[in-house]
């Protein structure tokens, strides 16, 4: 009797079930069916055809043109910003909140809430294109302070990445141990632009972080890792004579990225570079700072520490980053700062940079 | 046997006396998320109607001639809910094709509609109370109409707010409800036209 009830149950929520997705199979295939779409992106510059009845976001995904998005397509976040000149249909109520008057003006849609139904002309900045996704190999990995590792990664054989310093790739990590699913962040480059065909990153434990705790406990030297960028505003603009660069932790990793940078290309800027710490162990690539130190005379490193220990004998400035920078920066004139670490620490240096005259145009930073 | 009630006074009353939001409160989390701009609001309450008329007039004969004579009322609200679901799904992907601009207005709202408990709730009511089609239909319709109604009036409200200063304990939803509160009370002076439940 039971056992009949449960049957004749399943039975007909099985063909229920079955007969609505045939009804919705039969209604997508005829009435999303929009055929082949042209997309024309730059005038021109780059053809495609795609299968319409998706979102632009996902069809220019399928074809290798990453648009950033962090919210995965559920207009959340309306990082996903194209220019969309023709066959984009009217500006969506979802979009209006994230779109400007002046972007309207220029056309510009959120990509994720754009459905591709007919051709469309499209103008998606340069630098976009420019963004990939990697398959790299994990080929070191070292402690750099008790939370902090610093990965190196080589890239696909044939395949190179062009950055700007102070940039940043998203990292996925893969499930593991409780965690099901596939998690990405965001981590600066630490190794130089002019290096492209490996990657580094400087990447702290954060107690129960999936993706760092992902890379602190499960990531093997060996294993294969997915990047994807370059991504990111936060690189050298030199408008100025000198760089004010302030960090803590693993911001190091940008601004490390940006003193090579402006070194190799032997830029003229004058840097000071201020690194924040606690106590003696969170301090890191001491020693090859302190050699660029001497042999570039335009860079000075200055590291502080909050909170030293007696027997740690520290010779350097005591107190955090706010206090050096009090001391050691005068005014703004012809300086631009470019920061990179904790929320706190970040608004601490702001507030203080602008007392000294920094305005919203020379700051520069990268908030984690 | 279907109540012996005109179905214009059901439809009137499913308005005002027995507002699916005043009355009933179902379908809150959509009224409170989408009443803060007038223009938003009147396209979800459009979107709500259309679909409440849509879904009734296909859930009505499945329960009369489906659920009823197999005797399945354990499974009704699985079916309904599955049904409403894909009526909604075609819904958009049709008005995505044909009527390209109406779906950039309304269009939008429709998957947040599928789990909206007014729906269910017309559908619910609706064999409850033994509606014959016409009666269903028009019950849904005025049901609709209501949601609608309630909906823009908080918008309107929310949006003159908006520009108000206001006491930082209130602000936001807080707020909304006692607006809510207020225009349910208001609306059961309608109580004495007529009553269908």
Request: glycine share 8%; with cysteine.
């Amino acid at each position: 009797m039971n056992f009949s009830v449960i049957l004749t149950t399943v039975g007909i929520l099985a063909a229920v079930s079955a007969g609505l997705s045939v009804i919705i199979s039969v209604a997508d295939a005829v009435l999303n069916n929009y055929g082949t779409c042209q997309l024309d992106i730059n005038n021109g510059e780059k053809l495609l055809s795609v299968k319409g009845g998706s979102s632009l976001l996902s069809l220019l995904a399928s074809e290798k043109i990453f648009i950033p998005s962090a919210c995965g397509g559920k207009a959340t976040c309306g990082l996903c910003k194209v220019g969309v000149l023709e066959g984009g249909g009217p500006l969506l109520l979802t979009e209006e909140p994230y779109i400007s008057l002046e972007e309207r003006k220029q056309h510009i849609r959120l990509s994720c809430q754009v459905k591709v139904k007919t051709d469309m002309k499209l103008r998606i900045p340069e630098e976009l294109f420019n963004i990939k996704e990697f398959l790299c190999e994990l080929v070191e990995v070292e402690d750099m302070t008790y939370d902090i590792k610093r990965l190196r990664l080589k890239l696909p054989a044939g395949e190179s990445i062009k950055f700007k310093a102070g940039q940043f790739v998203q990292f996925y990590s893969k499930p593991y141990g409780k965690v099901r699913e596939e998690a990405f962040r965001a981590y600066s480059i630490s190794s130089k632009a002019s290096e492209t065909d490996h990657l580094e990153l400087l990447i702290r434990l954060v107690p129960n972080g999936i993706v760092t705790t992902y890379v602190h406990t499960a990531l093997q030297v060996g294993d294969t890792v997915r990047l994807s960028g370059p991504y990111g505003d936060f690189y050298l603009r030199g408008d100025c004579e000198e760089l004010v660069m302030i960090a803590g932790g693993s911001g190091l990793a940008p601004i490390r990225s940006l003193v090579y940078d402006v070194i190799e290309k032997g830029l003229p800027h004058k840097m000071r570079f201020f690194f924040g710490a606690n106590t003696m162990r969170d301090l890191y690539y001491m020693e090859e700072f302190t050699q660029i130190e001497r042999d570039y005379p335009q860079f000075k490193f200055i590291p502080c520490l909050a909170r030293p220990a007696p027997e740690d004998n520290w010779q350097g400035v005591t107190g955090f980053v706010t206090v050096a920078l009090e001391e050691q920066v005068a005014d703004s004139v012809s300086k631009e700062a470019y920061l990179c670490g904790s929320p706190g620490m970040l608004d601490a240096c702001i507030k203080i940079l602008k007392t000294k005259g920094f305005t919203d145009e020379t700051i520069f930073y990268d908030k984690f | 046997m279907a109540p012996n009630i005109s179905p214009l006074i059901i439809f009137i009353a499913s308005i005002f006396t027995s507002n699916m939001i005043l009355n009933n409160f179902l379908g809150m989390c959509s009224y409170l998320s989408v009443s803060t701009e007038y223009k938003t609001a009147t396209g979800l309450g459009m979107a709500v109607t259309l679909v409440l008329v849509l879904t009734t007039a296909i859930n009505w004969p499945i329960y009369t001639y489906l659920i009823v004579p197999s005797n399945l009322f354990y499974l009704q609200y699985i079916i309904f809910i599955m049904v409403i679901a894909a009526t909604v799904q075609i819904l958009e992907m049709g008005m995505d094709r044909y009527t390209p601009d109406l779906h950039a207005k309304l269009g939008i709202f429709l998957p947040l509609i599928t789990v909206n408990c007014a729906i269910l709730g017309v559908i619910l009511f609706m064999v409850i109370r033994n509606y014959s089609f016409v009666q269903a239909l028009l019950f849904s319709f005025g049901s609709g109409l209501g949601w609608w109604l309630a909906i823009n009036m908080l918008a309107a409200i929310r949006e003159k707010l908006a520009t108000t200063k206001l006491p930082p304990g209130v602000k936001g939803p807080a707020l909304a409800f006692i607006v809510t509160g207020i225009m349910a009370m208001a609306f059961i002076g309608f109580s004495g036209i007529f009553t269908i439940q």
